[in-house]
């Protein structure tokens, strides 16, 4: 009897760790796993410009968009004509946002990038006494979306609306309460741009 008994209690034994076993395969859980992020689909291929010179006045710039977290620069054509020869850099600047603010062309979005600078986003130039490179804008530059910051600032940086070494001087509408702030397209701004909105360094 005490051997029959073994090999049943052994049976039931085996069942048991094998449902066991089976709910495990099938058991949620509610602690988070974090997998990584999920892989990009997104080539970030600087795409042939689709908005090509057309007419007197249309030259070629480089603007900065968004793709896969990070902010590459891609071509356009801009019409500059008497902006370009301005020497007023907020003319300039008026262009090169316009740029920005268009949504992506066919070839761009299908090669993953996008924009966040938003169409309120404009250009109320400088003040009286601001320096000639300043630029300010209808929002304090702290009050705009970093992603769109980290754009407009590296988008800038590469044109005469720059002042020495590249810096950008950006403002707020108001001359009074808006300081000026100068801005630098980095290598760590271009990978990670939600850190734009914190590297203005105050004009003196």
């Given at each position: 009897?005490?051997g029959?008994?073994?090999r049943s209690?052994a049976?039931?034994?085996t069942?048991?760790?094998?449902?066991?076993?089976?709910?495990c395969?099938i058991?949620?859980?509610?602690?988070?796993v974090?997998?990584?992020?999920?892989?990009?689909?997104?080539?970030?291929?600087?795409?042939?410009?689709e908005?090509?010179?057309?007419?007197?006045?249309q030259?070629s710039?480089?603007i900065?968009?968004?793709c896969?977290?990070?902010?590459?620069?891609?071509?356009?054509?801009?019409g500059l004509?008497d902006?370009?020869?301005?020497?007023?850099?907020?003319r300039?600047?008026?262009?090169?946002?316009e740029?920005l603010?268009?949504?992506?062309t066919a070839?761009?979005?299908?090669a993953?990038f996008t924009t966040?600078?938003?169409d309120?986003?404009?250009?109320?130039?400088?003040?009286k006494?601001?320096p000639?490179?300043?630029?300010?804008l209808?929002r304090?530059?702290e009050?705009?979306?970093?992603?769109?910051?980290?754009?407009?600032?590296?988008?800038?940086?590469?044109?005469?609306?720059?002042?020495?070494?590249?810096t950008?001087v950006?403002?707020?509408?108001?001359?009074?309460?808006?300081?000026?702030?100068?801005?630098?397209?980095?290598?760590?701004?271009?990978r990670n741009p939600r850190?734009?909105?914190?590297?203005?360094?105050?004009?003196?």
């Amino acid at each position: 009897m005490s051997g029959r008994w073994s090999r049943s209690a052994a049976l039931l034994l085996t069942g048991a760790v094998t449902l066991l076993a089976a709910g495990c395969g099938i058991r949620g859980t509610s602690v988070p796993v974090d997998a990584g992020a999920a892989p990009s689909r997104a080539s970030c291929r600087t795409p042939a410009s689709e908005r090509t010179a057309e007419g007197v006045g249309q030259v070629s710039v480089r603007i900065y968009l968004l793709c896969s977290s990070r902010i590459l620069s891609v071509s356009r054509s801009a019409g500059l004509d008497d902006r370009k020869r301005s020497p007023k850099p907020a003319r300039v600047a008026e262009a090169l946002l316009e740029q920005l603010r268009l949504p992506p062309t066919a070839a761009e979005a299908a090669a993953g990038f996008t924009t966040e600078v938003e169409d309120w986003v404009e250009i109320s130039g400088p003040a009286k006494d601001d320096p000639g490179s300043a630029v300010r804008l209808n929002r304090p530059p702290e009050e705009i979306q970093s992603l769109a910051l980290a754009q407009i600032v590296c988008t800038f940086a590469d044109t005469t609306v720059a002042g020495k070494g590249g810096t950008v001087v950006l403002g707020g509408p108001d001359s009074q309460r808006d300081p000026l702030k100068a801005y630098q397209c980095t290598e760590e701004m271009r990978r990670n741009p939600r850190t734009a909105v914190t590297s203005g360094v105050l004009v003196s």
